[in-house]
């Protein structure tokens, strides 16, 4: 079953176990991490923080910065090539080998993206449109069937598709889960790693930029619990926590951390049966609209407490396609909510069935969602599947549930394969489709630089019109650090400048 990569990054993100107990040396960068990787295999792994392991590992075709830039890496420079976003060039730099020695030249490029072509990982909806990948001289081409206008952020770490994998490493693909075959500033330790507890790097000593290995070795621990992850940092144990959540914020600056938020996620109801095949009622975009008057979004961001703040539309704060004039199309009004609903026929009301998880205050904003909906004659009742991936991705497809609550941190382009427009996401498990919103979202897909936040805000404006989310609340996430320089920013779309980090006092 295909996994969620926001959900993947949201687990990234959450909170929980005990640390080691040797504390961190001046010379080791000792990482508390919530959870495992899903892979070592960059085409099966997720996105979020679990991907520290690659970011230290496999060296970027073009490197996302905490200040929202992009910049070389494997790739000198790159560009779309004509109208339409459909063709997109890169020029891969000759000084670069991988930890083996071997050189990271243009048809190893061309081999990796194609085996992550044909790989079916959970970011596999990021490569969407394209068709082929070429070389010719120093030039890699990628060529595409339909636009994809994000492929700088695709080609970079944050997504996986841009890190670069060895000859030897493609020609055994098995072994891509217990080795890294990279060319990044370090590489996997397997004597010194167990796998789902410990991840322990050493220096590549062929990598082309040696001023950037700050640390002779870093140490990724994984640390389920927020509270012990804290008191890890607190004591030394670690030296950045990326189990870092809003309640444990102040903790952490009164233990002297360094505190980092951004990257904002929107937790909101999808209402996902948008054509009324289960719950007829919700094929009407009067009933949705109601329902997006009946919730009192402020009521319920400060009932989830510190961090949470109302929000009325799927693109947060400081992301692309957020339109501040957004927050005023479904001011909390329950007297125009019941209107609505007798002017679509259900001034009685009627129901539906709802599925989530427990994780990031999706089941509380379920039950607080529920209850106000209640107040209008909608009953609204919630299956909660815990923690349990697998079985809410089941649950999801089997288009039993009209709605879900949950969470998503991504550019809006991404955000819209997989929850808006893509076909293949469980989270648009009826393959919504509406003719002004795949107007939109082409002119999205299509647009130049120029034009792109223009035409985000216009395809986010219809998507709001048509009501087929429920947005509720955002929540910011959070980096705490102590004893580390050069930290930089929590980018938007989820940047750190991990290869930056150096320790306090040290050039």
């Given at each position: ?310 929000v009325g539309q799927l693109a947060a704060a400081g992301t692309d396609g957020h339109d501040q004039s957004l927050e005023a199309v479904y001011p909390y009004d329950p007297e125009k909510a ?170």
């Amino acid at each position: 079953m295909r996994r969620l990569p926001a959900l993947l990054a949201a687990f990234a993100l959450l909170a929980a176990g005990c640390a080691g107990t040797s504390a961190a040396a001046d010379d080791t960068l000792v990482i508390a991490l919530p959870a495992p990787p899903e892979s070592l295999d960059p085409a099966q792994n997720g996105s979020g923080v679990q991907g520290i392991v690659h970011w230290l590992t496999y060296e970027p075709l073009i490197r996302a910065n905490s200040d929202g830039t992009f910049s070389a890496a494997i790739a000198s420079d790159w560009k779309y090539v004509g109208p339409g976003n459909t063709r997109f060039e890169m020029t891969i730099r000759p000084d670069v080998r991988f930890a083996d020695g071997t050189p990271v030249d243009p048809a190893a490029v061309v081999a990796t993206l194609k085996y992550y072509l044909a790989s079916p990982g959970p970011m596999k909806p990021f490569l969407t449109g394209i068709s082929d990948v070429t070389s010719e001289g120093p030039i890699v081409r990628v060529e595409l069937t339909t636009p994809n206008p994000i492929l700088p952020y695709v080609f970079s770490q944050l997504v996986n598709w841009g890190d670069v994998i060895s000859p030897a490493g493609l020609a055994q693909p098995d072994k891509l889960t217990a080795k890294t075959f990279g060319a990044g500033a370090y590489m996997l330790d397997t004597s010194a790693t167990i796998a789902g507890d410990h991840y322990t790097f050493v220096k590549n000593p062929n990598y082309y930029r040696p001023e950037s290995q700050r640390f002779t070795k870093v140490e990724v621990r994984v640390i389920p619990d927020p509270n012990s992850a804290v008191q890890a940092l607190a004591s030394g144990q670690v030296d950045v926590n990326l189990n870092a959540t809003a309640t444990s914020a102040d903790q952490a600056r009164a233990s002297g951390a360094s505190v980092l938020e951004g990257n904002p996620g929107v937790l909101a109801l999808y209402l996902i049966d948008r054509a009324g095949q289960t719950t007829p009622a919700m094929g009407d975009v009067r009933v949705r609209q109601a329902l997006n008057h009946a919730v009192d979004r402020d009521a319920i961001a400060k009932a989830l407490g510190a961090g949470y703040q109302a929000v009325g539309q799927l693109a947060a704060a400081g992301t692309d396609g957020h339109d501040q004039s957004l927050e005023a199309v479904y001011p909390y009004d329950p007297e125009k909510a019941r209107r609505l609903l007798a002017e679509a026929g259900y001034q009685n009301g009627f129901s539906f069935e709802l599925v989530d998880l427990l994780t990031f205050g999706m089941n509380t904003t379920s039950q607080a969602v529920a209850a106000q909906l209640a107040k209008v004659g909608v009953t609204a009742t919630i299956q909660t599947d815990g923690n349990d991936l697998n079985r809410y991705v089941a649950d999801l497809t089997s288009r039993r549930f009209s709605a879900t609550t949950f969470r998503l941190n991504t550019p809006l382009f991404a955000s819209a394969l997989f929850n808006i427009t893509g076909a293949t996401s469980p989270l648009n498990p009826f393959q919504s489709t509406d003719p002004d919103i795949d107007r939109a979202f082409g002119t999205l897909a299509a647009a130049s630089e120029t034009e792109q936040d223009g035409a985000a805000k216009a395809f986010h404006r219809t998507v709001v019109d048509e009501a087929w989310f429920l947005p509720v609340a955002t929540i910011q996430n959070y980096v705490f650090a102590k004893g580390v320089a050069d930290l930089g920013a929590f980018a938007p779309n989820g940047a750190l400048d991990v290869l930056s980090w150096a320790p306090q006092g040290k050039p």
